[in-house]
């Protein structure tokens, strides 16, 4: 499970295999060692109930194809979700996730072959779970993790509906920490999720408790809190944001 969002404005990244970020990473948050993310692939039967086509290698059809939500405009800046490139990507990966405010979450330090397991296993899959280098004005600043959460084993841990979508995220550079950025591409992402996306009803994230400000963060972007869950390796707060409560949060 990887962290999801354990330190958003802290710098810090989620619980593993249930999504992450440096405020929530994988094993804090979103997805370390996708201990949270089922290894099997779907059946084509139910695939079919779902009404996706998944491609032979890292499709995203069960997302609704991130690649090609396109940029959005946010309070700090134009935002982009860009589809991780392990040959391209990795050492950026591997530097933030080698920062100890990250590290503390994610549990993904190391040399560039762990980052890369993490990687290539979401890459390799059914695209239940896409990674995404975050890009404002241009420049490549947090890591993000989308996966349904309803095909996650954090299901397992709360009473999912079909096509939630949960967040991991961590903040790569320690100058975009603590000033609300965090924040403010929580909520800007999220409500990407809900406008992409017209089947899931709720977006979900599971930070650690002991993040502070990775929860803090997600009550500030409009999620609300629902529950503490025990989760392998941590216990979390589930948050979440809901479509019919978007603009009241």
């Known amino acids: 499970m990887p962290p999801t969002d354990a330190s958003t404005d802290a710098?810090?990244?989620?619980?593993?295999?249930l999504?992450?970020?440096?405020?929530?990473?994988?094993?804090?948050?979103?997805g370390t060692d996708n201990e949270d993310t089922l290894d099997l692939r779907l059946p084509d039967e139910l695939l079919a109930l779902f009404g996706c086509e998944v491609e032979s290698a890292g499709g995203d059809d069960l997302l609704d194809r991130i690649g090609g939500w396109g940029p959005i405009a946010t309070p700090v800046g134009a935002f982009h979700l860009v589809p991780v490139r392990v040959e391209?990507?990795?050492?950026?990966v591997t530097r933030w996730m080698n920062d100890p405010a990250v590290a503390e979450f994610w549990e993904l330090a190391g040399p560039e072959s762990v980052a890369e397991e993490h990687l290539c296993r979401q890459l390799d899959g059914d695209g239940r779970s896409v990674p995404c280098l975050g890009v404002l004005d241009g420049a490549p600043m947090s890591y993000w993790?989308?996966?349904?959460?309803?095909?996650?084993?954090?299901a397992r841990h709360y009473p999912a509906r079909p096509h939630d979508t949960g967040l991991h995220?961590?903040?790569g550079g320690v100058a975009d920490r603590g000033r609300g950025i965090g924040s403010a591409l929580l909520r800007a992402v999220a409500d990407l999720v809900l406008d992409k996306r017209p089947s899931c009803a709720r977006v979900v994230a599971e930070p650690d408790l002991r993040n502070t400000p990775s929860v803090?963060?997600?009550?500030?972007?409009g999620f609300r809190f629902s529950a503490e869950v025990d989760l392998p390796g941590k216990r979390a707060a589930l948050m979440v944001r809901d479509?019919?409560?978007r603009d009241l949060l």
């Not at 710098?11 to 295999?17: E, F, I, L, S």
């Open 216 to 221: 803090s963060a997600f009550l500030s972007a």
């Open 19 to 30: 999504g992450a970020d440096p405020g929530a990473g994988p094993g804090a948050g979103p």
């Open 145 to 154: 993790e989308i996966y349904r959460a309803d095909l996650d084993l954090l």
């Open 243 to 245: 479509r019919s409560l």
């Open 169 to 171: 995220l961590l903040i």
């Open 88 to 92: 391209r990507d990795l050492p950026l």
């Open 11 to 17: 710098g810090t990244a989620p619980v593993t295999d």
